[in-house]
């Protein structure tokens, strides 16, 4: 098999289990793991590691030609909440790294990229139940503006010269395996770990904040799932809406007392609200379910049960 695949940003929240995946999936030594700092012992068993600067051109190209790269799934970014602290910064590291993957695959020294998006790319003018593929955007935050306009950019090298690049909107993502660094829904994942660990959880965002978020087997089959479909069925070239459920603290807390009646929770909201405040609350996603097949498997209820069962025996 000729497909050759490169992780950028491999030891991530996303990362770490989309190389796993590819890796069980794919023979292992043909799916590159790359990240700025060296990858844990089970990463590093499993198959090549390469250390990697996603914005560094010449890096990514040497190792792109070292071992022959098809397809590369550039994971490296700065999420909402640390990029309005460094808004610069990720600037510089959202968009540097992106282009540096669509540039490559422009020459043709790569053949297909995965590019993740985010519902960041919407913002407070947009409607905010049911938010449609294609709508009024007009993100307020650092990285929602990055990625808009990495959609962008995608749509036009796409048009223009031809490349192959595929990418979807994720919501919040949680998982057990590695925490998320520096969201606004990272929330969502923490308040599973100080529930088994202290009962109760104070949340950055209030209890009405409801998000659209998805557990993280549903979006590594999604980011998989839009890779592998002929490119014909790939019709839109910015990004794609993805959903899975939606729901607030108030409502992962009741999920979390069904299993651990005396769990608490606070509030205490911080900067991270007005972000939260600018993001759609639920997602239409029939247009990646009309192209390309994609179908959610997991709902709050299951969800929950997996967090706690995983993460109460480590
Ligand atoms: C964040 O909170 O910044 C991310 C996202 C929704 O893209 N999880």
Same mark, same amino acid.
């Given at each position: 098999?000729?497909?050759? =695949? +490169? /992780? /950028?940003?491999? @030891?991530?929240? /996303?990362?770490?289990? *989309? &190389?796993?995946? *590819?890796?069980?999936?794919?023979? $292992?030594?043909?799916?590159?793991? !790359?990240? =700025?700092?060296?990858g844990d012992a089970a990463m590093l068993e499993a198959g090549p590691f390469e250390i990697l600067d996603a914005t560094d051109y010449d890096a990514i190209e040497e190792v792109v030609a070292r071992y022959e790269i098809t397809d590369v799934y550039l994971m490296a970014a700065m999420l909402s909440a640390t990029a309005e602290k460094f808004p610069m910064r990720a600037w510089n590291l959202n968009m540097d790294s992106l282009f540096?993957? +669509?540039?490559?695959a422009k020459d043709k020294k790569i053949e297909k990229i995965f590019w993740p998006s985010s519902i960041a790319v919407f913002g407070p &003018? &947009?409607?905010?139940?049911?938010?449609? %593929?294609? &709508?009024?955007?007009?993100?307020s935050t650092v990285y929602g503006i990055s990625k808009q306009t990495g959609e962008?950019? @995608?749509?036009?090298?796409?048009? #223009?010269?031809?490349?192959?690049? #595929? !990418?979807i909107r994720y919501p919040g993502l949680i998982s057990y395996t590695t925490l998320p660094g520096g969201g606004t829904t990272d929330y969502a994942v923490d308040i599973y770990h100080k529930a088994l660990k202290h009962n109760k959880y104070v949340s950055f965002l209030n209890e009405e904040s409801t998000l659209p978020m998805m557990f993280m087997d549903d979006a590594i089959r999604a980011t998989i799932g839009i890779m592998e479909v002929p490119s014909e069925q790939v019709k839109i070239r910015n990004s794609y809406n993805l959903a899975?459920? !939606?729901?607030? $603290?108030?409502?992962?807390?009741a999920s979390i007392q069904h299993h651990l009646p005396d769990f608490e /929770?606070?509030?205490? $909201?911080?900067? #991270? %609200?007005?972000?939260?405040d600018s993001w759609p609350k639920s997602i239409d996603d029939s247009e990646a379910r009309k192209d390309w097949g994609w179908r959610h498997e997991v709902d709050l209820t299951e969800m929950t049960k997996i967090m706690l069962d995983n993460l109460g025996t480590n």
């Open positions: 098999m000729k497909k050759r =695949i +490169l /992780i /950028i940003g491999a @030891c991530g929240q /996303i990362g770490t289990e *989309l &190389t796993a995946q *590819l890796r069980k999936n794919y023979e $292992p030594h043909k799916v590159i793991a !790359s990240d =700025i700092r060296e540096n993957v +669509l540039n490559l &003018t &947009t409607p905010k139940e049911q938010t449609p %593929q294609f &709508t009024i955007m007009e993100p962008r950019w @995608c749509e036009y090298y796409h048009n #223009r010269y031809g490349v192959d690049v #595929r !990418s899975a459920m !939606s729901f607030n $603290p108030k409502e992962v807390a /929770i606070g509030y205490e $909201p911080d900067f #991270r %609200q007005a972000i939260a």
